[in-house]
């Protein structure tokens, strides 16, 4: 018994990319990734506050409300 359809036929395949891609200079790459990372924990740094002994203060706990004194 034949079929009333045919099957669908496959497209042909793409061509293949070509690998004429240059690479990027890894020294370069490298020394800026070690200049973005000292950047970064410069920023980080500056950022602590605190000595590793933590807060020495008294912590606030009270917060005054608008309807009660």
């Known amino acids: 018994m ?3 359809f045919k099957k669908p036929s496959m497209p042909p395949p793409p061509p ?3 690998d004429a891609v240059p690479l990027p200079d890894t020294d370069k790459a490298e020394e800026q990734g070690a200049i973005q990372i000292r950047r ?3 920023g980080y740094t500056n950022t602590i506050l605190t000595s590793n002994q933590g ?3 008294e912590a606030e ?3 005054k409300t608008l309807l009660g004194g």
């Open 61 to 63: 706990t009270f917060k």
């Open 40 to 42: 970064k924990k410069k």
């Open 55 to 57: 807060v020495t203060d």
């Open 2 to 4: 034949g079929s009333l």
């Open 16 to 18: 293949p990319i070509p």
